[in-house]
């Protein structure tokens, strides 16, 4: 049997690791500087992977986190603090339905834009009155730290609410100027699904509305049906407040190329219009 936690924050105790990865059946894995090294030869059994997410705090069985569920991805991600780190966390089975958890560090802080150096074109953004602000970039490319960075110059200037949506809650945003409701998806969360936590979301009169989906095109383009659809209640494209959404794509030109030959049957014409409006 591994100490799997003790093991991890001995791992974690090294500033250039950003993950580390766990598969039943192998030994731990971590990366650093982008590379990927291995930590020892012992095996991780599935009591190693239990102990450690009941370390976690995680009571939910690891094969019930990691099976396909109602908001469409296969597997479970959540964020937890482990000693001085905060970590995502990400179940999915992999290797022949082998349970697999990659963890990855996260900032224990919002980050400001002048920190991470963000140009004065994307500042700007911040002072949208409403339209649909995508950040894209490759895994690991700072799309999340970006949008967070974003998050907390509006926290900070204007005075409205802002709501996010994520999955999971990767970086802590306190209430400031703005008024701040995050809405988590997942099992024991916020919202069961996607969907589930956008409806009803027009009674909270956002001033901003953010969406933290780091890999999936899906959710976008149920944003863009949830636009097209008269009868929602919800309809994001006609509010008065901008969206900023972060999808996992190296392009945001891809991504609108993406939406558009979607739904180029049926109401495929709608959307070019749609998206020329905000």
Not at 212 to 232: D, G, I, M, N, T
Request: glycine share 6%; proline share 4%; charged share 25%.
């Amino acid at each position: 049997m591994i100490d799997l936690k003790q093991r991890l924050h001995d791992i974690l105790q090294n500033n250039f690791v950003s993950d580390v990865h766990l598969t039943v059946g192998e030994p731990v894995w971590s990366r650093a500087m982008g590379n990927m090294q291995r930590d020892g030869d012992q095996l991780i059994s599935d009591s190693d992977v239990a102990m450690l997410l009941r370390d976690f705090g995680i009571n939910t069985p690891a094969d019930k986190l990691a099976v396909p569920r109602m908001t469409g991805k296969d597997g479970e991600g959540f964020a937890v603090t482990f000693g001085s780190w905060r970590l995502r966390v990400d179940l999915v089975y992999a290797n022949a339905r082998r349970l697999a958890i990659v963890m990855r560090k996260l900032n224990s802080r919002m980050p400001t834009v002048e920190e991470i150096g963000l140009p004065n074109a994307l500042i700007r953004q911040t002072d949208l009155p409403t339209g649909l602000v995508l950040i894209t970039g490759a895994t690991g490319s700072g799309k999340s730290t970006t949008l967070a960075a974003l998050l907390e110059l509006v926290n900070l200037k204007r005075e409205g609410h802002i709501i996010t949506v994520e999955d999971p809650v990767e970086y802590p945003i306190c209430s400031k100027r703005c008024k701040v409701t995050t809405r988590e998806i997942g099992l024991e969360r916020d919202a069961s699904s996607f969907d589930a936590a956008l409806r009803r979301n027009d009674i909270y009169h956002a001033c901003v509305y953010c969406i933290y989906f780091l890999w999936s095109h899906h959710r976008l383009l149920e944003l863009v049906r949830k636009a097209l659809e008269p009868e929602e209640r919800v309809c994001v494209f006609q509010v008065s407040y901008p969206v900023l959404h972060s999808v996992l794509a190296l392009y945001a030109e891809e991504v609108l190329e993406l939406v558009i030959a979607y739904f180029r049957r049926g109401i495929g014409y709608q959307v070019p219009g749609k998206i020329a409006k905000l």
